[in-house]
Structure formats: C-alpha cells, structure tokens
C-alpha cells in the first residue's frame, strides 16, 4: 500500500510518501518567516503552506519514485493545529484524494508524533509488546500517556498551562533568541554549567511549595517562565552576555529535570518497563541524554525517534495511517478540521473511534 501523507499543522510545510510501512520521502520545510515575530503568526503560516503544499507534494511523489496515480491512499493532519494552517493541508489533501479517485485518512498530530518512535525509514523500529510511557512534548503540547499495544491510550498527565516547547521559546525570546528559540537554547546550553542558576521545577520532588507532586503527573512550566524573566531583569545586559550559555544550560536543566522525573515516576508507579519521547523537543540533546541515563539506572528500555521525526513531518502521518488502516479503521471521503486538542483523560484508541 502506498500512503501520502501531508502535514500543515503549523510551520512545517511537510508530504511523504509510505510504501507498505516504509518511508519512501519524507520532504519538509519549515518555515522561516517567523521569526522576526517571536512565534508563528498563524496568517503567514497559512499563505506560507499554501504557497509550497503543490511543489512539495511533487517532491515527495518524485523522490518516491512514483507517480499520484500510483497513491493507494492520502492521508492529512486533521487537528489539532491552527486552524488556517490544518486547513490548507486537510483540504489540498481531500481535493488530491478525490481528484485520484482514492481514499482519505485523517490524522491526528499527536498520535503521530505519539508512534513516531516506530516510523520505519529504511530500519524498522518496533513498538514493544507491552505497554509503554510516552512523553510527547511539543510546542503546543506536554503530555504522558501510557500506551497500549492495540494502539489505545490513556493520558495520565498534561501540562496545566504552557507546553515545554512553549517554555524553550519564551525564556530563549527573553534572552533575545529567535524563534524556535528550542533548537538555539539546545545549542547553546552544550557550553554552559547546568547548575549556574537554579530555576524552579514546579509539581516535582524539587519544588519548594508542592507537596503533592507524588502520583501528580500534570506539568506546569509558567512559573518558570516567569522566574526566569524577573531574574533576567535583576541582571546586567553585560552579565546576560557573558553568562548566556551557562543560563540557557540552567533553564534546559529545569524543563528536563522535570520531564525525566514525572516520565520516570509514571513508569515505575505502573511497573512499565518501556519509555519513549516523541515530539518537537524530545530532538533536545539534553533530554535525550538525561533520559536514556535515568532510563539505564532502571533498567527501563528508551525509544526515541530520528531528529528528523521528532519535530513535525508528513512521514508519521502516513505512517499512523497505514497502522490504522491495518487495525480496520476505515478510511473517508471527507473529514472536518478538529483544531483543538480534546485529551480527556482516560483511555482512548488512536483515531479508531
Ligand atoms: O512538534 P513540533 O515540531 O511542532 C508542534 O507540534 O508544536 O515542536 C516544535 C517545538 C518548538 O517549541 C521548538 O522550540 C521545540 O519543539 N524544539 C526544541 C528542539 N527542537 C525543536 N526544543 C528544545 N530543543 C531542541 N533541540
Ligand atoms: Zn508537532
């Protein structure tokens, strides 16, 4: 089976072609007009995606090897996202499926991200044969789910006010990165001491005024953004200079504490043996490493993965989709954008309704 998939969400401009479970292409473009802005102006995002979604489609189709009319199925991010920005993709999407005659599949963003562990690019990835703790971590998103084999899952914690990749971006924009500010705090914070200053890790073992962090899986990362402004604004611009690695090193540390700490505590309060990190930030170097140490002292297995799929891209789009189709989901000829997250907790099965 061969699956298009094309993804919009929000500044990745992505299609790639999946043949029988393989990435055959996987083309993005990440969109640069932002960053003047601090963040993703949702308009630009839109005219953005709607001026490169034909060319990369082609690309995707050409570095394949194969023709549109050779597509067995299209598939599209269908939420959540921004609105506009999902929108061109999702109806670009269902034009070309019913254009060619073929199937439409939509896709939820972060249960891709969710198995993008398992994308196949050539080496295949296996998901394990038991449940697994997934930390899925992206601009807009902070979740831990733990994950079933059958594709179910259940979230067991979610941020209660910004996502992580949201907490890189704005302290970095404070320290006068461009955004995504994430990869250039990554970078940075390679040449810096981690324990320069200590930000505050709220709802964990190191927070000064939660007690009930235990058993707590929800995270909060605000408070952080806010220390970490009022402690630049005590700071010399010559200080800010001098220290900017050592500070983008302790603002990493404090998001990453608290990310390994609640993934490892969901892990051992169910008795999971088997971790992983999907999304935007889990391409962090810091996290990567932090985990798979933690992971290491509890005999937990890691998966993660390639950079390439952390942050988004259309190869797990085709790829959930073909894992769907393969659990019976049937495809449709038409779908409604879902912009909006809507993670209640408890369990659910991935895009099988
Ligand atoms: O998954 P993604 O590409 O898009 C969303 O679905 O949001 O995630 C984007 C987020 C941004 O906040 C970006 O700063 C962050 O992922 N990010 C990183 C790194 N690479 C991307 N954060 C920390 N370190 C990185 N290396
Ligand atoms: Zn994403």
Same mark, same amino acid.
């Given at each position: 089976?061969?699956?298009?998939?094309?993804?919009?969400?929000?500044?990745?401009?992505?299609?790639?072609?999946?043949?029988?479970?393989?990435?055959?292409?996987?083309?993005?473009?990440?969109?640069?007009?932002?960053?003047?802005?601090?963040?993703?102006?949702?308009?630009?995002?839109?005219?953005?995606?709607?001026?490169?979604?034909?060319?990369?489609?082609?690309?995707?189709?050409?570095?394949?090897?194969?023709?549109?009319?050779?597509?067995?199925?299209?598939?599209?991010?269908?939420?959540?996202?921004?609105?506009?920005?999902?929108?061109?993709?999702?109806?670009?999407?269902?034009?070309?499926?019913?254009?060619?005659?073929?199937?439409?599949?939509?896709?939820?963003?972060?249960?891709?991200?969710?198995?993008?562990?398992?994308?196949?690019?050539?080496?295949?990835?296996?998901?394990?044969?038991?449940?697994?703790?997934?930390?899925?971590?992206?601009?807009?998103?902070?979740?831990?789910?733990?994950?079933?084999?059958?594709?179910?899952?259940?979230?067991?914690?979610?941020? !209660?006010?910004? &996502?992580?990749? $949201? +907490?890189? #971006? *704005?302290?970095?924009?404070? %320290?006068?990165? /461009?955004?995504?500010?994430?990869?250039?705090?990554?970078?940075?914070?390679?040449?810096?001491?981690?324990?320069?200053?200590?930000?505050?890790?709220?709802?964990?073992?190191?927070?000064?005024?939660?007690?009930?962090?235990?058993?707590?899986?929800?995270?909060?990362?605000?408070?952080?953004?806010?220390?970490?402004?009022?402690?630049?604004?005590?700071?010399?611009?010559?200080?800010?200079?001098?220290?900017?690695?050592?500070?983008?090193?302790?603002?990493?540390?404090?998001?990453?504490?608290?990310?390994?700490?609640?993934?490892?505590?969901?892990?051992?309060?169910?008795?999971?043996?088997?971790?992983?990190?999907?999304?935007?930030?889990?391409?962090?170097?810091? !996290?990567?490493? &932090?985990?798979? $140490? +933690?992971? #290491? *002292?509890?005999?937990?297995? %890691?998966?993660? /993965?390639?950079?390439?799929?952390?942050?988004?891209?259309?190869?797990?789009?085709?790829?959930?989709?073909?894992?769907?189709?393969?659990?019976?989901?049937?495809?449709?000829?038409?779908?409604?954008?879902?912009?909006?997250?809507?993670?209640?907790?408890?369990?659910?099965?991935?895009?099988?309704?």
């Amino acid at each position: 089976m061969i699956i298009l998939g094309i993804e919009t969400s929000c500044d990745e401009t992505s299609a790639a072609v999946v043949r029988d479970g393989r990435v055959e292409s996987n083309i993005v473009s990440s969109q640069r007009c932002h960053s003047a802005f601090g963040g993703v102006v949702p308009e630009l995002a839109s005219r953005e995606h709607e001026r490169l979604i034909v060319s990369i489609t082609d690309s995707a189709v050409t570095e394949a090897n194969i023709t549109k009319n050779e597509l067995d199925v299209i598939a599209a991010t269908a939420g959540p996202g921004l609105i506009g920005a999902i929108m061109v993709g999702l109806c670009f999407a269902q034009g070309l499926a019913y254009a060619l005659g073929k199937p439409f599949v939509p896709v939820n963003h972060i249960e891709a991200h969710i198995f993008s562990p398992f994308i196949n690019d050539g080496e295949a990835h296996h998901a394990p044969r038991g449940s697994f703790v997934s930390l899925t971590v992206s601009g807009g998103h902070t979740l831990l789910s733990v994950v079933a084999h059958d594709l179910s899952y259940e979230v067991i914690g979610r941020t !209660l006010d910004d &996502a992580a990749g $949201e +907490a890189f #971006d *704005k302290t970095g924009k404070m %320290l006068g990165l /461009p955004y995504p500010a994430g990869p250039e705090i990554d970078k940075l914070a390679a040449k810096g001491d981690r324990g320069f200053h200590k930000f505050p890790r709220a709802l964990t073992s190191q927070s000064q005024t939660s007690k009930s962090y235990l058993g707590n899986f929800d995270f909060s990362f605000s408070g952080l953004k806010t220390s970490v402004l009022t402690w630049l604004q005590k700071q010399t611009p010559e200080f800010i200079e001098l220290h900017l690695a050592d500070i983008a090193a302790s603002i990493q540390w404090a998001i990453v504490s608290v990310l390994v700490e609640k993934t490892i505590l969901a892990a051992r309060s169910r008795g999971i043996k088997s971790v992983s990190i999907a999304g935007g930030v889990s391409a962090n170097s810091g !996290l990567r490493k &932090a985990m798979k $140490e +933690a992971c #290491d *002292k509890e005999c937990i297995t %890691l998966y993660i /993965p390639g950079t390439v799929y952390s942050t988004d891209n259309a190869a797990m789009i085709a790829t959930l989709a073909g894992v769907k189709l393969s659990r019976g989901m049937q495809a449709e000829h038409s779908y409604n954008i879902a912009p909006y997250a809507s993670f209640a907790a408890g369990r659910r099965k991935a895009g099988l309704k």
